[in-house]
Nanobody, 123 residues
Framework: VQLVESGGGSVQAGGSLRLSCAHS????????MGWFRQAPGKAREGIAG???????YYADSVKGRFTISRDNAKNIIYLQMKSLKPEDTATYYC???????????????????WGQGTQVTVS
């Protein structure tokens, strides 16, 4: 499975960005696609996950500000980020894992497939 993120950049606090992750598809409908981020010197954090049917899950740190969505026809997942804060500065990765336990996937971050990451800087 190939994943390619795009849409990162620099934005002022309070601003918005939308990240995209184009993927080649997962061989099973039972999977969870997720967005993770990693800031320098910090552990990778799972922030949003989505099942194929659209059920979405969020980390408390982004709940109410970020929205994950997917277009199954185009094989793209999105992360709409609003009210950005300097602490949101990180490299953002998308990934996928088989099974439907998105909460577990976000906590463990143990999927086998990852994109190359896209940098988001909030000042």
């Amino acid at each position: 499975v190939q994943l390619v993120e795009s849409g990162g950049g620099s934005v002022q606090a309070g601003g918005s960005l939308r990240l995209s992750c184009a993927h080649s598809g997962y061989p099973s409908s039972r999977h969870c696609m997720g967005w993770f981020r990693q800031a320098p010197g910090k552990a990778r954090e799972g922030i949003a996950g989505i099942r194929r049917n659209g059920d979405a899950y969020y980390a408390d740190s982004v709940k109410g500000r970020f929205t994950i969505s997917r277009d199954n026809a185009k094989n793209i997942i999105y992360l709409q980020m609003k009210s950005l804060k300097p602490e949101d500065t990180a490299t953002y990765y998308c990934g996928v894992r088989g099974g439907t336990y998105c909460v577990d996937y976000l906590r463990r971050g143990d999927g086998s497939y990852w994109g190359q990451g896209t940098q988001v800087t909030v000042s």
